[in-house]
């Protein structure tokens, strides 16, 4: 069963406007990570947050992390058009090298 | 490095064919996921390796898939006799180790008719 749930499951923005995207799951987790996937093509990671971590901040990305309320949310800051994406979240629970579990993403669209 | 290569990026087949999904991992990452994208179900888990072991195959839909590592380099993908129902696109992803990111490949994007 998928892990991680965003929400929304769409967005549509104007360039320049703030985007957030949030994540919930259900169990426990070593860390979070966004990946961001452009039509047709794979997964690029964007940010890992630990579950020891509240906030992380890379460019115009920031996540928070809330494990009391088994959440995280993504801000895209001033966004542009080529943000035009789909946004998953990642979790990372377990011992060992387990594996990532992805929920069904949010697509955002950033109209010029 | 070239990063996670998978062959080939699209893949058109009949029903029943035999059809065989290959990956080759980035140097050094000793973990291996296989996962599907559906515009349905998203993103599923269809089976993982660590050191090239196969530690999770619950993912997989029925015994028509089966996957292989046999050495750190290259994995392969499965799926005999091929249905409709698994067209979808097939990624492969790898890892160091650690608890860090994982790193995707293109993708192949696989139809069955």
């Known amino acids: 069963s998928q892990q991680g749930e965003e929400d929304p499951q769409a967005l549509s923005i104007q360039e320049g406007e703030n985007a957030t995207m949030n994540c919930s799951y259900k169990t426990s987790i070593n860390n979070l990570q966004w990946y961001r996937q452009n039509s047709g093509r794979g997964l690029v990671h964007l940010i890992l947050i630990r579950s020891n971590e509240r906030e992380k901040h890379s460019g115009r990305l920031r996540v928070t992390l809330d494990t009391s309320k088994k959440s995280s949310s993504l801000l895209i800051t001033a966004s542009r058009a080529a943000d035009t994406a789909s946004y998953f979240c990642?979790?990372?629970?377990?011992?060992?090298?387990?594996?990532?579990?992805f929920g069904k993403g949010t697509r955002l669209s950033v109209i010029a | 490095d070239a990063g996670v290569i998978q062959s080939p990026r699209h893949e058109v087949t009949e029903m029943g064919q035999e059809v065989t999904l290959r990956c080759k991992p980035i140097?050094?990452?000793?973990?291996l996921f296989w996962y599907r994208q559906t515009m349905m179900r998203g993103l599923e888990l269809l089976i993982y390796?660590?050191?090239?072991?196969?530690?999770?195959d619950s993912g997989m839909p029925e015994d028509r898939f089966s996957a292989k590592m046999p050495n750190a380099s290259f994995s392969t993908l499965k799926i005999q006799p091929s249905e409709p129902r698994d067209s979808a696109v097939y990624f492969c992803?790898?890892?160091?180790?650690?608890?860090?990111?994982?790193?995707f490949g293109q993708g192949t994007r696989l139809t069955v008719v």
């Open positions: 990642a979790t990372d629970a377990g011992s060992g090298n387990t594996p990532l579990v």
């Open positions: 992803a790898s890892r160091g180790g650690g608890r860090g990111p994982a790193f």
């Open positions: 390796f660590n050191n090239n072991v196969p530690i999770d």
């Open positions: 140097s050094g990452h000793n973990s």
